[in-house]
């Protein structure tokens, strides 16, 4: 889905509204009534246009992030003065991309908002307030034998799992935020690798997060990045006079088990965000604006 996919559904929903009486009976008491749907309809709109703005923004960032980590391995070649034939040379490093670990807050608080103002539409079909969070809303059909809208239950370990990173993230952590590269020649062959930025698919136990956790004091060269794995290969040829080519030499670095790259985390969420407000949008139209109570 798009987001035009999601305005096309609003749009559905926003002309039936137009067409829908006031008075009595209705969840449309009044003039006012209805321009509250309508704001909760709009506001969804524009807190998913926000999520996927930052969604793009980090896309590009991951981009602009991988092409300065080429620049800074650069070519990798031999000192041109020794007495020794070298026969492998690194290079790698890491540097900050704060601005990533930003946009990703900036993604999940307007994704999170987004789920809340889409909640509204139902909420206020429920008599409830036009305040009314997702979670209370859950809370409520939660408990109801045959609640209305049951849609909604299906969606609460989505609802809850975004809800619990964004908290997490914007109010009690931050994301690490270091990328970097690693270049190897060995003999002739040159091998080079970026360090995808990737965070965990779900937000677990907090751990303390100090100086030397974040830029590897204390640790062993050899030992990875959290959250990554290393997959490194090479072919030497011997020849008649004994000596050896390398003829094939690749690194590579791929997320770990229960991690992702932070530009997929955020274009998966975004496309079950457009998803749910379409539903939302879709079932709520079933009501026909009557006030919804459990049976």
């Known amino acids: 889905m798009t987001n035009k ?17 006031t008075g009595a009976g209705t969840v449309l008491k009044d003039q006012a009534s209805k321009d509250w749907m309508e704001t909760s309809v709009l506001r969804a ?5 926000a999520a996927a703005y930052h969604c793009s923004t980090v896309a590009h960032l991951v981009e602009s992030a991988h092409e300065k980590a080429k620049t800074l391995a650069g070519p990798v070649e031999y000192p041109s003065i020794s007495k020794l034939i070298p026969t492998k040379m690194t290079v790698a490093g890491t540097f900050s991309v704060q601005e990533i670990a930003f946009e990703t807050d900036a993604f999940l608080a ?5 789920i809340d103002f889409g909640g509204t539409v139902l909420a206020l079909h429920l008599g409830m307030n036009r305040r009314t969070s997702i979670s209370k809303v859950l809370d409520f059909l939660k408990k109801a034998p045959k ?8 969606w609460a370990p989505w609802i809850e799992s975004l809800k619990a990173y964004r908290d997490e993230c914007v109010h009690y952590r931050a994301l690490r935020t270091q990328t970097g590269y690693k270049a190897v020649r060995r003999k002739g062959a040159l091998a080079m690798a970026i360090l995808p930025f990737v965070i965990p698919q779900e937000i677990g136990e907090d751990h303390p997060d100090t100086r030397a956790e974040r830029y590897g004091m204390y640790r062993d060269d050899e030992d990875l990045p959290e959250g990554l794995n290393k997959r490194e290969c090479w072919g030497e040829v011997t020849m008649g006079d004994g000596s050896t080519q390398v003829r094939e030499h690749s690194i590579s670095y791929s997320p770990a088990t229960g991690y992702i790259r932070v530009e997929e985390f955020c274009a ?7 998803e749910f407000l379409v539903h939302v949008f879709e079932e709520a139209l079933t009501a026909k604006f009557t006030l919804q109570r459990p049976k």
Not at 5 to 21: G, I, N, S
Not at 45 to 49: C, G, S, T
């Open 45 to 49: 709109l524009a807190k998913v246009d």
């Open 268 to 274: 998966q969420y975004l496309d079950k965000l457009r």
């Open 5 to 21: 996919d999601v305005h096309d559904a609003a749009d559905t929903f926003l002309k039936a509204l137009d067409a829908a009486p």
């Open 147 to 154: 609640p209305p809208f049951a849609f909604l239950l299906a």
């Open 110 to 114: 307007a994704a999170r908002a987004s």
